[in-house]
């Protein structure tokens, strides 16, 4: 953001060099209304203007391509802001826009480290913004004349007092210059993220190794998964395919989700069985179906004695049967449903085209003469996931081994071990899956475990200058009043010969206008959108039709 004052001039030319001087460059002052409060440095007066002036050949050709991408991308998230409206209203689509805000909102709990990173990229991403309006400034020889901190109502910011005389005196593209400067440094900022983000395994490589399984940072005890993971434990493996990312672990938990379908249902006591589509079934003995406990009819209604889980019959062409809830014919309808032992039932040969890799694989559906590929019958919205994981840091792993330098243990047998196994998780993996605090990068040596959190403290880093870094550079192309936008709009339409000086007011006045209430309109939905699910999310069960203590209960005893 940039600031000045004085008059206004309309000669043009290239105006004067002025180096800053007198006691006001080594000093500060504040200033605190009912409203509005500001903190006021001069100290860095001369050391940023002679930087500028002294480099202003490569630091001029530097900030023109910042002007190219600016006047883009001005033209372009303006239009996505408008066509949002737009879109909604004629075609009846989803926000296209939605990303706007949603770069505003990264992924961070309300942890004090979560919340000094924010902070601290915050200042960062401001500070780096300002910076290039001053070093611009100072490239075309206009003065700057201090740099202010404020806080307006509850709006944190920052900004570089100019002299408005000289600037206005300068040509329309060093004025241009000046004024995307800011997006085109928090633009170069993002990119150095990114590039540090893909030099970080190079970088911990000799340390840390990564690739082969996600190290387990924290998992908060309200979770349903803090029963089966721990701090260190290493998630190798979803539904047999293994994992080597964060994003993999998200994607492949919301993929093992069954949507809410239309089917019938088949209601078990207090809980609700829904048809599932899933196809994730296991090569089940007859002999275990005929000596399956039946379906207890208790007060007229069907349910599985504790610790049994429901099965219900699958064929090959990826439809399972789960009947209604006639009361005249209940009995007969569940003669395909039976009540099985899921832990021991999770140990046979897998079935169906559920799987991961066997989505279009026909002969993954084939059981034996003697079996019949059955499938858990699950609530919608419920998950059926297996999850392999090791715990190599153990000390009961470490002592299995012989030494403390082991980097590496896995388990492939079913069996309880000391370093690793597999568990199946029942449940809504809606809030679960990013409740839990993961790591690509895990120490090479046990004794390393003191520095474990260093590679997720500067992923998150990273993340955090990148997201705020590109907030503040897209909320700044937008032509909406105080920001940087709105005076690039104001430079770029005194290139426009066919419009006359009041016409150009008249728009410029317009859009400022409209973009402001767009924006308004768009960040008061989004946030109130996240208010209103969170209060939905605290008042409603998270585990769909069973409890939280059902769920616990169910995905300790499928532990394998």
Known sequence: MIGGGGGRSRRRGRASVTLPSGPAASR????????????????????????????????????????????VALVGISLLLLWDPIGALYFRRGSISAWLPNILAPSFSGSIMDTSIIIASTILSIAFHEFGHA???ASEGVQMEYVAIFMAVLFPGALVALNYDLLE????????????????HNVIFCAACVLMALLLPLVLCPLYVSGD????????????????????DVILSVDGLNIRRTDDWMKMLAQGTVEKTSSHEFLGGSQSYGAT?????????????????????????LSCPDELI?????????????????????KKQTEDLYCLIAKDVVKLKKC????????DDDSNCTCLEEEYCLVPVLTPGFSWIEISYARPYSLECLQKE?????????????????????????????????????????????????????????ENCLSCLLHVSAALAAVNCLPVYFLDGDAILETALRYVAWFNRRQQRVIIKVCRFLWTVLSIIMFLSYWLGNASSLIQGASSPPFGFWSPDEVLSKIYALKI
Not at 55 to 66: I, K, Q, V
Not at 284 to 299: F, T, Y
Not at 408 to 420: E, I, K, L, M, V
Request: proline share 5%.
């Open 28 to 71: 500060t002052e504040s200033s605190v209304s009912c409203w509005y409060c500001e903190y006021k440095i001069y100290v860095f007066n001369d050391m940023i203007f002679n930087l500028g002036w002294k480099h202003a050949r490569y630091t001029r050709a530097w900030f023109s391509l910042g002007v190219y991408f600016s006047l």
């Open 135 to 137: 070093i611009a400034a």
């Open 277 to 301: 589509n899933s196809g994730k079934g296991y090569c089940v003995p007859n002999s275990w179906m005929d000596a399956s406990k039946n379906l207890w009819q208790i007060n007229d209604k």
């Open 213 to 232: 399984g996600l190290i387990v940072m924290g998992v908060p005890q309200s979770s349903s998964l803090s029963r089966s993971l721990s701090v260190h």
């Open 402 to 458: 012989g030494n403390f330098s082991s980097s590496h243990a896995t388990n492939d047998n079913f069996g309880p071990s000391p370093c690793g196994g597999t568990f199946v998780y029942v449940g809504d993996l809606s809030s679960t899956a990013s409740s839990v605090k993961l790591s690509p990068y895990r120490p090479r040596w046990a004794f390393f475990l003191l520095i474990a959190d260093v590679p997720y403290i500067l």
């Open 310 to 330: 429901v099965f219900g019959k699958f064929s090959c062409n990826g439809s399972a049967y789960f009947p209604g809830t006639d009361k005249v014919s209940d």
């Open 169 to 184: 005196n300068l040509p329309l593209f060093s004025m241009l210059r000046i004024y995307c400067a800011g997006i085109w």
């Open 352 to 359: 169906g085209n559920g799987w991961r890799g066997t989505e």
